[in-house]
């Protein structure tokens, strides 16, 4: 067997103690409201908008659905959007469900979002918006994307799955752009087993966000858009306001994490690590190294099998990109001469295990299996 019983994993999901929860169910159980913005819906969006520090907040059963909702709030559809290949494939899908086609740009090597330099010479007539991602919860280059949209007059919806509690100058990125999507899956820093939300500026918009997801009723008689179901249940509303109380001490033992690695694996030839950007409040929600084959001991996929056999769970987090997936391989801007930092970013990457459980012995024993060839030995 290729896995230990009991393998370090990339990652793992933050539960909330199960004997706090239980009387939370008592409760749901008592009120008979089981979804349909019930009472525990309604706290966990206020607890989240104090939390985060925005304005307006609808959640959702999942983070794929605000993504669609996203383009349908903003009215895109039957267009383009520019956007980027190195991100989980729910990005573009969400696109293409719109009827709007992806048009892929380069990354920025140092961050691993959407490089605003590319971002122009990609707009055609068709173009409606800009879909950046805050990639591992690296903030984008908001000012100047959101320069470019005012410019030619587009649309910007972030994608923020990994950017949960992520701020700049002591500021949310989240009310960047027009629309902002959050990702709540169990593997997220902060989970609601699965869920999502969409971040807006008005409560007008989220009026109409709180219709959509919820087929497009806008009162017990009246439906007045083609909507969807999208919405998020008490349980797991509930489950949410008590992992909302132990999220600050997780994020805190995820940078524990971050450090530990920082420090083992800085001087380190044919590694690359991002550099942490002293204004940004991270959530550390990834820990991502990028291995150069020609200078490392071993190859990128050779050491994530190499820890795979001893019970190390690391993930190759993107790859492959999006771009090279079949559904998208037809698109011209798809190809890897239009996106050379992306395809080496993707053939290089390597996201090692970070966690609120990880302890220093099994950090040691993640750093010594990276570090040498002999076995994993100090």
């Avoid at 500021?171 to 629309?179: C, R, S």
């Avoid at 790859?319 to 079949?326: A, C, E, V």
């Avoid at 890897?336 to 053939?347: Q, Y």
Wanted: aromatic residues 10%.
């Amino acid at each position: 067997m290729d896995i230990q019983e009991n393998p370090i994993t990339v990652t793992s999901p933050l539960l909330p103690p199960l004997k706090d929860f239980i009387p939370y169910l008592e409760d749901i159980w008592q009120r008979k409201w089981i979804t349909n913005n019930g009472h525990y819906h309604q706290l966990l969006e206020k607890a989240l908008s104090e939390y985060l520090g925005v304005p307006y907040i609808s959640l959702f059963t999942n983070g794929t659905i605000p993504l669609l909702t996203a383009f349908q709030t903003l009215g895109i559809k039957d267009c383009e959007v520019i956007t980027t290949p190195y991100s989980f494939v729910a990005t573009s899908n969400a696109a293409i469900w719109n009827d709007v086609k992806p048009i892929f740009v380069d990354i920025d090597e140092k961050t691993g979002n959407l490089d605003p330099n590319k971002i122009e010479e990609a707009i055609t007539p068709r173009t409606k918006a800009i879909l950046p991602v805050h990639v591992y919860g690296n903030p984008c280059d908001t000012k100047a994307i959101q320069e470019i949209a005012d410019k030619h007059g587009l649309k910007v919806i972030y994608d923020a799955a990994h950017a949960f509690g992520v701020k700049k100058d002591g500021k949310t990125i989240l009310t960047d752009g027009d629309i902002s999507t959050l990702s709540f899956h169990a593997t997220k820093t902060y989970n609601t087993v699965e869920g999502g939300a969409l971040i807006c500026k008005d409560e007008k918009t989220k009026a109409y966000i709180d219709s959509l997801k919820n087929f497009g009723y806008t009162s017990e008689i009246y439906i007045t858009e083609t909507g969807i179901n999208g919405k998020m249940d008490e349980i797991r509303s509930a489950y949410g306001l008590l992992n909302l109380q132990n999220i600050d001490d997780a994020i805190a033992k995820r940078k524990h994490v971050a450090e530990v690695y920082r420090k083992a694996l800085k001087n380190i030839d044919g590694i690359t690590m991002f550099e942490e950007n002293s204004s940004v409040t991270y959530n550390y929600s990834y820990f991502p190294i990028f291995i150069d084959n020609k200078k490392f001991w071993t190859t990128r996929d050779d050491l994530f099998i190499n820890l795979r056999a001893n019970g190390i769970l690391s993930r190759r987090y993107f790859y492959p990109l999006i771009s090279n997936f079949k559904p998208y391989q037809h698109i011209p801007s798809a190809s890897r001469e239009n996106l050379p930092v992306a395809n080496k970013m993707a053939d290089s990457v390597l996201c090692l295990p970070i966690h609120h459980l990880l302890n220093d012995e099994q950090l040691k024993r993640i750093v010594s299996f990276v570090m040498n060839p002999n076995g994993g030995g100090t």
